[in-house]
């Protein structure tokens, strides 16, 4: 239901309904894969230019099943420290972008960042998703609109070019400053592989352009898949560490798991919570958000589906006045333990001194 639901908030800020202006089909509009970086050679599936699927470092050519694909090739030189604390961070890296993104689109329009408001605005929506590496990465539809959001048109000078421009420039130059452990300072980016695409209303062109309902169907898949990953990641905090000894999960995801817990100790550290988060590697966000303007939220959509079923449930009484339905709202007490009568057959039910096990005749 929450992917379904999803899927339609994702529809409806790209082709409009559900209280979006139809106009938002014709605003620029992308979709973009946010990647995190790299924290030690892990095995993969490299592909060459025909799609075609190389070996691996190891020497072995996985299938795409493989359960050490995303593991590391060393784990005792994987910096699984910096992953946790990549994850931890993600949400606030994503908000800082925001910002940048939109200092660049108000740079290559001309105008100022007070200004810009007056003119556009940038409206998103996006999840989060594990790779099988166990670090988050977004995708997400970001879009440029008018100053009122989806109900107004956007400026004659915007454009996909323009946003994809800002996009990959805002991508490249933001950074959050992370915390200095052991006399190593943390500074987090986005990793280098960047993908942005223009959303067509048209089908797939050779691959390279996507359609409204193929991004909204994917980025719907990953709104709820976040645990659902061979990454490792729990469905519930954990109370103790030794809990992990319970746990089905890889050993990649269990160090991950318990560098969490570990980190989550460290008094200037305490801000993370990691502990509380070690269940879902040290990641701390939503995995779907959107900014206040890009279409519906999912709110109304659960109102408007209770409403939906409320006047159903209404027709069916019109239609069926036979139907009774039996309240019980009164109870008296009736006693404890046995009757008289129920205490004399339970003690002719039990077999005679000697006879215990000894088959039953009929």
């Known amino acids: 239901?929450?992917?379904?639901?999803?899927?339609?908030?994702?529809?409806?800020?790209?082709?409009?309904?559900?209280?979006?202006?139809?106009?938002?089909?014709?605003?620029?509009?992308?979709?973009?894969?946010?990647?995190?970086?790299?924290?030690g050679p892990v095995h993969n599936r490299p592909t060459?230019?025909?799609?075609?699927?190389?070996?691996?470092?190891?020497?072995?050519?996985?299938?795409?099943?493989?359960?050490?694909?995303?593991?590391?090739?060393?784990?005792?030189?994987?910096?699984y420290e910096a992953a946790v604390l990549w994850n931890a961070h993600a949400?606030?890296?994503?908000?800082?972008?925001?910002?940048?993104?939109?200092?660049?689109?108000?740079?290559?329009?001309?105008?100022?960042?007070?200004?810009?408001?007056?003119?556009?605005?940038?409206?998103?929506?996006?999840?989060?998703?594990?790779?099988k590496r166990g670090a988050v990465h977004f995708h997400a539809v970001i879009r440029i609109d008018g100053p009122e959001g989806g109900d107004t048109p956007p400026p004659a000078w915007a454009t996909a070019e323009l946003l994809t421009d800002a996009i990959r420039v805002a991508a490249t130059a933001v950074?959050?400053?992370?915390?200095?452990?052991?006399?190593?300072?943390?500074?987090?980016?986005?990793?280098?592989?960047?993908?942005?695409?223009?959303?067509?209303?048209a089908d797939f062109d050779g691959g390279q352009e996507l359609t409204e309902r193929a991004v909204a169907a994917y980025i719907a898949k990953y709104a709820t898949k976040g645990a659902e990953t061979a990454t490792g990641a729990l469905d519930r905090p954990l109370r103790f560490?030794?809990?992990?000894?319970?746990?089905d999960i890889s050993d990649h995801a269990r160090r991950l798991v318990r560098t969490a817990w570990t980190?989550?100790?460290?008094?200037?550290?305490?801000?993370?919570?990691?502990?509380?988060?070690?269940?879902?590697l040290g990641f701390r966000g939503h995995f779907s958000t959107k900014s206040?303007?890009?279409?519906?939220?999912?709110?109304?959509?659960?109102?408007?589906?209770?409403?939906?079923?409320?006047?159903?449930?209404?027709?069916?009484?019109?239609?069926?006045?036979?139907?009774?339905?039996?309240?019980?709202?009164?109870?008296?007490?009736?006693?404890?333990?046995?009757?008289d009568a129920e205490a004399w057959l339970t003690e002719t039910l039990q077999p005679a001194p000697g006879t215990e096990g000894e088959p039953t005749h009929a």
């Not at 795409?64 to 910096?79: I, K, R, S």
């Not at 560490?241 to 746990?247: F, G, T, V």
């Open 1 to 39: 239901m929450y992917r379904r639901d999803t899927f339609h908030l994702i529809t409806s800020g790209l082709r409009g309904g559900k209280g979006t202006p139809e106009h938002v089909a014709a605003h620029p509009r992308v979709f973009a894969t946010f990647t995190a970086p790299g924290f």
């Open 175 to 201: 950074q959050v400053d992370g915390p200095t452990i052991d006399g190593r300072t943390y500074t987090f980016a986005f990793g280098r592989q960047l993908d942005v695409r223009a959303i067509r209303s």
């Open 48 to 79: 060459g230019p025909a799609r075609t699927v190389g070996p691996c470092r190891c020497g072995s050519l996985h299938d795409q099943e493989d359960a050490v694909l995303g593991t590391p090739l060393n784990p005792d030189t994987y910096d």
């Open 263 to 280: 980190l989550g100790a460290r008094k200037e550290l305490e801000h993370l919570r990691l502990r509380a988060w070690a269940h879902m």
């Open 292 to 339: 206040r303007r890009y279409s519906t939220t999912l709110g109304a959509l659960r109102t408007a589906r209770a409403e939906y079923r409320r006047a159903q449930a209404a027709a069916a009484t019109e239609t069926d006045r036979e139907t009774t339905t039996l309240v019980l709202a009164h109870w008296i007490y009736a006693g404890t333990g046995l009757t």
């Open 241 to 247: 560490l030794a809990e992990l000894a319970q746990l």
């Open 91 to 131: 949400g606030l890296l994503w908000r800082r972008f925001s910002i940048y993104l939109r200092r660049e689109v108000a740079k290559r329009a001309g105008l100022t960042q007070r200004t810009f408001r007056e003119h556009a605005r940038v409206s998103f929506a996006k999840v989060a998703e594990y790779q």
